[in-house]
């Protein structure tokens, strides 16, 4: 199976102002997510914008800084198998691209990754976790 890019992720350091913004371009998202540390909106076609906090974030990358500038954006390509998360990720390293977290068993239920592009931005690799490992 061919990775399917279905997730565009946001970073924010306020979620109500961040998802002010986003419903003015016409996303409808409730009001009463805006306390949320993590919030999804599907998009026509299935695609889906997600924002998180910087705490979620840290909830699992305790290093992650914020950056100086443009960056917050992640790319989330959902993968056929906890094992095609492991073998892209050691296909991209051997390549010679950045791994910035190499994979692991998620608390919420998927084997997750993240690498970077070639312009340093953060392309996150997932599957469904069969089982716990």
């Known amino acids: 199976m061919t990775p399917i890019l279905n997730v565009v992720g946001v970073v924010v350091a306020d979620m109500a102002r961040s998802l002010d913004f986003y419903r003015r371009l016409g996303l409808d998202v409730p009001l009463s997510e805006n306390d949320s540390p993590h919030v999804e909106h599907l ?26 500038e443009a960056g917050r954006i992640a790319f989330a390509f959902e993968c056929e198998s906890p094992d095609e998360v492991d073998r892209l990720h050691d296909e ?12 692991w068993d998620a608390f919420w239920g998927q084997r997750y990754c993240c690498v970077r592009d070639p312009d340093g931005n953060g392309v996150d690799l997932y599957a469904v976790s069969a089982a716990p490992r």
């Open 43 to 68: 998009l026509p076609g299935g695609m889906k914008i997600t924002w998180d906090t910087e705490a979620t974030i840290r909830s699992f990358d305790p290093e992650w800084t914020a950056p100086k």
């Open 92 to 103: 991209l390293v051997k390549a010679g691209y950045d791994s910035h977290k190499a994979p």
